[in-house]
């Protein structure tokens, strides 16, 4: 079932001064999200997400406990499970053939690296140059043949920096931290140029491969669509304009655990609380 929803044109406040762009929109615009749906898979949060061999893969996450199962979804066979492993909220990639797994709390902050094939058998192929962490499970990808890790927090500890991982081969990852930001980063969004990275302060940085800066403020969760960067929360969605983000209203049950990745070329928001999403459109009227 595909889904229209409109929105009406609003400004919202949280912080930061949020200009009305009525100059440059004398009769605000409507905006059109095209969805699709499909079924969650479990209650809980801190899944490790990532897409491999025509799959989305859902690993560990936490349910009132740490969860140990590794689920496997596509549209053929929807959810099931195909394997193992006790951890929650680490940072999971697709590379070389193989899943890796890093990162984590499993009774223990983790910066250990795994990989497997089967989501049966997983080799340690050694720890991260950077600290054991959690909370990475928003905050991790593979871009241009890189891993990247922002943020990240171990209890109170609070982590503010960047890492670049490049292979050596499939069993050895060279470490690089690449850059300190004044606060954590909480989300993440990429195209194939740069990517975006959220700060719970806020702050919205981009990054080319090279080179990282300011871009502006922003009160949600950042995602691309044909070349244009939204804002996606749990009642909201909003479009960046002239440093400013004109918002407009969303009814949705989503909360702040929801996570998204990029499936059969368009963004999936997957969430436990209502049906996972798929934006095929986006429309200003």
Not at 161 to 176: L, M, P
Request: proline share 2%.
């Amino acid at each position: 079932m595909k889904d229209v929803i409109k929105y009406h044109f609003w400004t919202k406040q949280q912080n930061v001064v949020i200009p009305v762009m009525s100059h440059q929109y004398p009769s605000p615009p409507s905006v059109v999200l095209n969805y699709s749906r499909f079924p969650k898979s479990a209650n809980g949060e801190g899944f490790g997400y990532c897409v491999h061999n025509g799959n989305i893969i859902r690993i560990g996450g936490y349910s009132g406990s740490i969860l140990s199962n590794v689920m496997a979804f596509n549209f053929s066979d929807g959810w099931r499970q195909v394997g193992t492993l006790y951890t929650n909220r680490g940072g999971a990639i697709s590379a070389n053939g193989y899943v890796y797994y890093m990162g984590g709390y499993a009774n223990v902050f983790s910066n250990a690296v795994l990989r497997t094939t089967d989501f049966v058998n997983w080799t340690n192929i050694g720890n991260a140059a950077w600290a054991a962490r959690e909370d990475i499970d928003k905050t991790t990808i593979f871009w241009q043949n890189t891993i990247y890790v922002f943020g990240g927090r171990a209890g109170s500890t609070e982590y503010k920096d960047a890492w670049k991982g490049v292979f050596n081969n499939e069993s050895s990852i060279t470490w690089t931290k690449i850059y300190d930001f004044e606060s954590r980063p909480v989300r993440i969004t990429y195209d194939d140029n740069y990517i975006y990275v959220l700060l719970m302060n806020k702050k919205l940085y981009r990054y080319n491969g090279s080179n990282m800066e300011f871009v502006g403020y922003f009160d949600y969760y950042p995602f691309t669509f044909n070349g244009k960067l939204y804002a996606f929360g749990k009642n909201y969605i909003g479009i960046l304009r002239n440093g400013g983000i004109a918002y407009y209203s969303f009814s949705s049950s989503l909360n702040d655990a929801f996570s998204m990745v990029f499936y059969n070329g368009k963004w999936c928001v997957l969430t436990d609380v209502t049906d996972c999403y798929i934006i095929e459109n986006v429309i200003e009227q």
